[in-house]
């Protein structure tokens, strides 16, 4: 029997929302989203490309939040969060964490009902001229994010040495390296087209102590 390759065969239709969370002119997390995105659309996925300074928001105060109102960066964040299957960013870690304005923006957004990074599926990079390429600052992100309900993928990518590991083109100049960044965002592509396109029957669980078995569902599984 033929097996299909995931790598070749045809997708079906899904968007990513890909964006470096830098503000800097020659930002290395600008080259590694933009790297990215190009990878996305070579294997078949639609991409959503955005900058950071598009979603610049006030820091949060909660005297702010009158009727619900958002200022227009948070907004531009939930339209585009929205428009999306998924998820995307390129961060820089600051002093062991993720960027302040980042984690602001996050916050402003999360207080949009339907919350809108629930059950998003979400990919984290990182590129920095130190030897951990900014590792650090995912392992944050990704308390907020799995906070709000968002699928952080497991493997996260972080660019060490940043300013000598890419090629004046923006590529990674090691192929190795190379390779495992393209696996890594094949995998996760894999990983979104099938929560988005081959749901599962039940799409949610649910334990907790003292829950009755219900036939009904029992049986569906
Ligand atoms: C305030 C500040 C704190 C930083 N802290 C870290 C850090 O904790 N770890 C790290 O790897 N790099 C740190 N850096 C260096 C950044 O990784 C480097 O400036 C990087 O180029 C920023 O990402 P960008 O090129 O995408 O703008 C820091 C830089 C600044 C300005």
Redesign the pocket.
């Known amino acids: 029997m033929e097996t299909l390759n995931p790598q070749t065969s045809q997708r079906e239709s899904v968007r990513f929302l890909v964006f470096?969370a830098?503000l800097?002119k020659d930002?290395?997390?600008?080259k590694l989203a933009k790297l990215a995105a190009s990878i996305v659309e070579n294997h078949g996925g639609l991409v959503d490309y955005a900058n950071m300074s598009e979603f610049e928001c006030p820091s949060f105060n909660q005297d702010l939040e009158s009727d619900g109102q958002q200022p227009p960066g948070a907004v531009n964040l939930k339209n585009r969060i929205l428009s999306n299957n998924a998820l995307i960013i390129s961060s820089?870690?600051?002093?062991?964490g993720m960027p302040g304005y980042l984690k602001n923006a996050i916050d402003w957004v999360s207080r949009v009902r339907p919350q809108p990074f629930n059950e998003k599926n979400a990919l984290l990079l990182s590129?920095?001229?130190?030897m951990?390429g900014?590792n650090r600052a995912l392992w944050m992100l990704r308390m907020p994010f799995e906070h709000l309900g968002t699928r952080v993928y497991p493997d996260m990518f972080s660019l060490a040495m940043a300013h000598k590991a890419l090629t004046p083109e923006g590529e990674i100049m090691d192929a190795t390296l190379a390779k495992r960044f393209e696996d890594n965002l094949i995998n996760f592509m894999n990983l979104v087209e099938a929560a988005v396109h081959y749901p599962c029957i039940k799409k949610a669980w649910v334990e907790f102590l003292g829950e009755k078995p219900d036939p009904v569902t029992e049986r569906v599984e």
């Open positions: 470096s830098s800097r930002s290395f997390n600008t820089p870690e600051y002093n062991g590129a920095s001229p130190s951990a900014g």
